[in-house]
């Protein structure tokens, strides 16, 4: 039997179409790639939100069991920390937006600082929250290490806990703010861990977007990158409200 | 009317295409830096063999051990790390990837008429993530074991073993995060990789069930990497969420792991029914009956797939109205699954019927499938789940569907399209034999465990009262033929590598666009991308071809 | 008649004006949370974080992320992610509260 009936002309023009250098070569135009590299990156972000989910999950159980402890943990968080934070991380977005900007209208200095303040940025964020844990350390407020329930036995000692009047709670309470705490740590390290690859992600953007990589017309890794960076950041929005603020009048 | 379809070029004369994928390039480094969806389905296909061998053969040692009441061939804590590891290889390291990462990697973009997948080197990758995973479950096999159970049931690997929890929970981690590449691959893929004038309703089913497939792989696994995390850490650090001691929940570990794993049974199931779309539409020469239907019924499958996992936690404490809840919307996958079968016998009936070796196969699919799937609705109700889980009804009713069901449909896909992957025919008849042996076999070894089950044999437990023993000889002796059935085609394959009769492009005569190039294929699939101008299973197309090439060549 | 090429829409360059809004709207709803968080309201603190937490990240979604410029399928794949997550989220705690029910 010869060779494939169905096989008629169609590539043979396309074969013949200037190829940019980017385009990898099973794609048959570089929209193509564009799209494909782009919808790929959302459905990966889908599998983080999964991911995620799974915490949110267990928190929103948790803390309908245990009201109480959760109230009196979450009183431990502070909220300066949180809110400077939460502005951090949404202005490293807006650089990160500014960026992909630069990038589209192949302004190269533009870009290469917006992704350097993104970077700073995101160090920053990571900065203010070792300040945060090393608090929680020095409390014995890290779970598994030595845990201390002091702060919530005895609120009076504490003076966090003191001054949002916090009442003792029983001895069996008190023990479930280790969950929180655990939840706490599971999640913003979780949230840290992500931050830390997209900081390391962004250092290699840097060096080649100063040679210029990102301001050429493909610009799909930037795009993409911004989009992981966006996520990571709606990811902290939730977190926030959640761990920081829905508990601070009870 | 012949008795076959086959029809394969003079042998005398026929040759294998010289350049073709696996000639194109030589030497190890070819192989293991290859972004060519091709090579990689050989790589995964080597790989999960070798895995479903090593599982194979601790479900010898189970059988073995369940010969006789008394635990006497191994010591009882012996007895529950092999099947441990016989449930977590098969699962992880076989269902899974068995179907999507060898013939869906292969015959997907070529169905779909691209070049390639959208991301090879995230291919690579994966299979990369699988070998890697598969080393560690193996060493955490060699240094110990696991007793877990494939369910890592908590608070029993949290709190109670001591065994490789850790090393092994890491391994599917990493296994979980080879499936998500291959599901995010291939929807990137039948998403935007399509030829000309492939539409979605010309696309070949076996494509729509791994769609469908691949969402669950996407939206399913992470949960599972999270639960398994958590499991860590609960072990390493004692966070204490499945801990009841501290407040938290071993049913909350439950939830997370179902919620992966009932659809993860969707993942193993779904493209095995697409390998059988294709098999039973070439051997009965007529359009899969009621197309659209069929391939509905997949994606309402995946959907209703993520609504049904507290099933499996009926008798573990979930709340009563839960248990209505999950109960009433498991009765719902029921009606996908049988749109499928009723949709094949339609295609079989007044079809020109052929009895090649997978049409063989794909009948075991569809008799055992039927049973393991009815015998699904008796677990689905509550009542009587409530007596037969955790029975060897269970045991029965999953091996029915994944051994009956997604092995035989794997073993029928592997024939149909040995000749394109290697270019050369297995040898028919011997090949007959082994998918006869194959289904009688899993009859002897299954079909007792139903009677056991019913009549109240745990399973999981080495030793059980001495009157369950005569079934469970009838199924120690069926797994010996079983073992035979799998060793076989081992055997003629391996043969036929070099000794095959030569395939030629199309030896079944079958409508895919795979079928329309050489075999083996060349590296980038076609010489000119394909322009799709016809329905999906159009015979009558097919004719008119062969009819034009006649004339153009007279 | 090739759907990728109906799919492969125009590059839409989203405007450095949208993102300075886009910018001081979520920098004031932050404001706006953390002030919340201050004032009693009962049952309604942790509704109303919620859903200034949902605005921001639709906000986020749709012009950082550039969802609302982007085809059909981009949108359905987030609407499958969001449909996801709450199956997950509701049907566990579908179980979780009602485990009590009828146990008086």
Known sequence: ?250 | MSSTIVSLPDQSTARIPKVNFLTKENGLLSWLLTGDHKRIAILYLISISFFFFIGGALAGLIRLELLTPQSDLMATDTYNKVFSMHGIIMIFFFLVPSVPATLGNFFIPMMLGAKDLALPKVNLLSWYLYVAAGMLALYAMITGGVDTGWTFTTPLSTHYVNTNVITTGLAIFIAGFSSIFTGLNFIVTIHKMRAPGMTWFRMPLFVWAHYAASILMVLGTPVLAIALVLVVLERTVGIGVFDPAKGGDPLLFQHLFWFYSHPAVYIMILPGMGVINEVISTFSRKRVFGYTAVAFSSVAIAVFGFFVWAHHMFIMGVSNYAVLVFSLLTMLVAVPSAIKIFNWAFTLYKGSITFETPMLYSFGFMGLFTIGGLTGVFLGTSGTDIHLTETYFIVAHFHFVMVGGMLMAFLAGLHFWWPKMTGRMYPEKISQLAAVVTFIGFNFTFFPQFILGTLGMPRRYASYPPEFQVLNVFSTAGATILGVGYLLPVLYLTWSLKYGEIAGNNPWQATGLEWQTQSPPLTENFTEIPIMDHEAYDYEWLERQKEKEVTSVG | MSEQHEQEHEHHIVSPKIYVTIFFALLVLTTATVAASFVEMGVFNPIVALAIAVVKAVLVVLFFMHVKYSTKLTKLTVGAGIFTFLVLISLTLADYFTRAWGRW
């Open chain 1, 1 to 250: 039997m010869s060779d494939s009936p169905v096989i008629t002309q169609g590539a043979m023009e396309a074969a013949h179409h200037e190829h940019p250098p980017y385009q990898r070569h099973h794609f048959e135009t570089i929209g193509q790639q564009n799209d494909a590299t782009n919808f790929a990156m959302w459905l990966f972000l889908l599998t983080e939100i999964m991911f995620f989910g799974g915490l949110f999950t267990a928190y929103l159980i948790l803390r309908n069991w245990y009201y109480p402890a959760f109230v009196a943990a979450s009183h431990q968080l502070n909220i300066v920390w949180g809110s400077a934070n939460t502005a951090v991380l949404i202005t490293s977005s807006f650089t990160m937006a500014m960026g992909v900007w630069c990038a589209e209208t192949r302004r190269k200095s533009g870009l290469v600082l917006c992704l350097v303040l993104t970077f700073l940025l995101g160090l920053v964020f990571l900065g203010i929250k070792s300040i945060e844990y090393s608090e929680k350390i020095e409390k014995h407020h890290v779970p598994g290490f030595h845990y201390s329930i002091q702060s919530f036995v005895d609120p009076a000692s504490d003076p966090v806990a003191a001054a949002y009047g916090d009442k003792p709670l029983a001895l069996d309470m008190a023990r479930k703010t280790e969950l929180y705490f655990f939840l706490y740590f599971a999640m913003t390290g979780m949230h840290a861990l992500h931050m830390i690859i997209g900081i390391a992600i962004l250092g290699f953007m840097i060096f080649r977007a100063r040679a210029g990589a990102y301001t050429m017309g493909h610009v799909t890794f930037v795009e993409n990158f911004g989009l992981y960076w966006h996520f990571v950041d709606i990811v902290w929005i939730f977190l926030f409200p959640l761990l920081y603020l829905i508990s601070r009048h009870q």
